[in-house]
C-alpha cells in the first residue's frame, strides 16, 4: 500500500473516532455534571476539523509535480499542521476561559458514572495514539504524527478530568471545582502540545537539517555503487512525505563524461529504488584529485 493510502485510511479512523468520541464526551459531561468531561468533547470536537484539514493536506500534497510547482505540492503538509495548532490552541483559550468561570461558580459534584465512560476513553485513545503514530513513522507525515499527538493529548485531558472528578467525589462538598482545575490543567497540556508539534513543522518549511540518519544511508549506498569512489556534500530536505536529494560524488577524474554520466544515473536509479520515500535526486560529478 502507498504512503499516500496509508495515511489516507488513517485520517478516516481518526475522524470516525474522534466523532464518536465526542458524541460520547459531550452526553456524558452535560448530564454528569462534569466540566472537565464538557472540555475534553471541545478538544475532540476541534479534532475532527484538524482530521479534515490534515485529509486535505495529504491528498493535495501528493499531487504529481506541475509546472507552477516543480517540486510538488508537499509543503502543504506542514502549512495544515499550523493550522492544527492553531485550533489546539484555540480549544485551550476556551476551555480555559470556561474553566475559570466555573472555578468561580459553585456547582454541582460530576456523576459517579462518568468515571467508567473516561476509563474507556483513555484506553481507546491511547491505543488510536500508538497505531496514528505508527503510521506517521511509516509514511513520513509531519501532519500525520500531529494528529497523532491529538489522539495523545485527548488521553491525557481524560487521565485530567479521571483525577479531578474523582477528588470532586471521594472529597465530597467544596470540591466540586476539582473537576474544572482538572479542565484548566488540561488546556494548560494542551497548549504544551501545540508546540511539540508546531515545531518539527517548522522545521521542514524551514529545511532543517534533521535527516542524519537518512544521509547516512544515501552515503552508504552510493559507495557501494560501482563507479563511485566517496561522496562529499549531502544534503536532504523534506517535502510532504517525499524526499529531495542534492548529493555530489567522487569518481575516477580520467573517465570520460559520458561514463561519470552514466555512473551517476546508475546511482540515482539504486537510491530512488532502495528508498521508495525519495521523490528525486540530483547527483554533482567531482573528479578525485
Known sequence: MSHEKTATKTIYFSILSSAV???????????????????????????????VLVLFGIKYANKPPDKGHPYGHGRIEPLVTF??????????????INAIENINTPHQS????????????????????????????????????????HHRSDAITSVA?????????????????ADDWAALFAAVFILYNSY???????????DEYTHEDFTKKIREISKKTEGVLDTEKCF??????????????T??????????????????????NEIPELSNVLIHIEPNE
Do not use: C, N
Open 110 to 149: 460530576p456523576k459517579a458514572y462518568t468515571l467508567f465512560i473516561l476509563a474507556g476513553i483513555i484506553a481507546w485513545k491511547e491505543i488510536s495514539y500508538r497505531l496514528v503514530i505508527k503510521k506517521s513513522k511509516e509514511t513520513k507525515s509531519t501532519s500525520l504524527k500531529a494528529d497523532a499527538w
Open 83 to 96: 493550522l492544527v495548532v492553531g485550533f489546539l490552541i484555540t480549544s485551550a483559550i476556551v476551555i480555559s
Open 21 to 51: 468520541l465526542a458524541t460520547i464526551k459531550w452526553l456524558a459531561g452535560v448530564f454528569g455534571h462534569s466540566y472537565a468531561l464538557i472540555a475534553d468533547a471541545i478538544e475532540s470536537t476541534t479534532d475532527i476539523v484538524s482530521s
Open 236 to 249: 536532504v530536505r523534506k517535502t510532504g512525505m517525499k524526499f529531495y536529494v542534492d548529493l555530489h560524488i
Open 251 to 272: 569518481v575516477d577524474a580520467k573517465i570520460s563524461v559520458k561514463e561519470g554520466h552514466d555512473i551517476s544515473h546508475k546511482l540515482k536509479s539504486r537510491l530512488e
Open 161 to 177: 478530568a479521571f483525577i479531578g472528578i474523582s477528588i470532586a467525589l471521594i472529597l465530597g462538598p467544596g470540591f466540586e471545582q
Open 196 to 206: 511539540l508539534i508546531f515545531r518539527p513543522a517548522f522545521g521542514e518549511i524551514m
